[in-house]
């Protein structure tokens, strides 16, 4: 997508690309922070996904060498990243919710 030359980057998921297309469509989002924000956010909501499939494939629990019951490190993961993901929408001073 072009828009004042930028360009979305070709890394994202298709379901990241069409986050950061929709938020530059709807908000004004030209500046280099701005920019660098969007992308902070849409790889973290990227992460997120990724780790939320790992534990629908693999539980969000495992033994560990001891037979002990732990959380799935991907749990952790899916947390941190959406965590990251708000920090970074907020920080734009846009509400989470218009991703829904």
């Keep these: ?57 693999e539980g969000a629990t495992l033994k560990d060498r001891f037979g002990q019951v732990r959380a799935h490190p991907a749990v952790a993961v899916e947390r941190d990243a959406r965590g990251q993901m708000i920090s970074a929408l907020r920080a734009l001073r846009l509400d989470p919710g218009v991703l829904e």
């Design 1 to 57: 997508m072009k828009k004042s030359g930028l360009t979305v980057p070709k890394h994202l998921s298709a379901d990241a690309k069409t986050m950061w297309r929709r938020l530059m469509e709807d908000f004004h989002l030209e500046d280099a922070a701005a920019l660098a924000l969007l992308r902070a956010a849409c790889e973290a909501f990227d992460r997120c996904n990724e780790a939320r499939q790992q534990i629908a494939k």
